[in-house]
């Protein structure tokens, strides 16, 4: 592929730098910048550790995992999720870094827009790490404290992991 200019591309030219650009690449670096172009009060540097902290904590940055449930890739994509954010693309494309991360940054955008309809304010890391794991529609009543306890849990690791990334 030859080096244009983004605002030139086709959607062949998308699709080709989806297929070869690898985690490091300044390609990329392009592709989650532009996704995160318009989105308000986004660091991306701090998305980016967000998302590296789900990712150690769901697989331990394994691209390959597939859950109990069918979840894929590193950051534990569930089908409809994944259906959500990349209708065009098979499920089982969670396994490539750049196509996990291109859905995964647009699922965190989505959360976000849910909170700010919901409670009209940027969510914390903390409570998008809590909705990656439950939903954004969980309800606290239906679960035990075990359940509770891990959730928790859960949050504290990925936050945790941001923080020693600082």
């Not at 390959?64 to 954010?85: D, F, K, L, N, P």
């Not at 509770?148 to 849990?153: E, K, M, Q, T």
């Amino acid at each position: 592929m030859n080096d244009h200019k983004f605002n030139t591309l086709t959607g062949n030219d998308w699709r080709e730098m989806f297929a070869v650009a690898e985690p490091s690449s300044n390609c990329m670096k392009q592709i989650i910048a532009l996704l995160l172009i318009g989105t308000a009060k986004l660091n991306a540097g701090d998305d980016l550790r967000f998302l590296d902290a789900i990712a150690q904590v769901e697989t331990g940055r394994n691209d390959q995992a597939v859950g109990a449930c069918g979840a894929r890739g590193r950051y534990q994509i569930s089908r409809v999720t994944w259906e959500q954010h990349a209708p065009k693309m098979n499920h089982k494309e969670a396994r490539f870094y750049t196509k996990s991360t291109v859905v995964a940054l647009k699922h965190l955008a989505w959360l976000r827009k849910v909170a700010m309809q919901r409670n009209g304010e940027e969510p914390t890391y903390y409570k998008l790490a809590w909705w990656w794991k439950c939903g954004v529609n969980h309800s606290l009543d239906t679960e035990s404290n075990e359940q509770l306890i891990a959730r928790v849990d859960y949050a504290n690791r990925v936050i945790a992991i941001m923080e020693e990334k600082k």
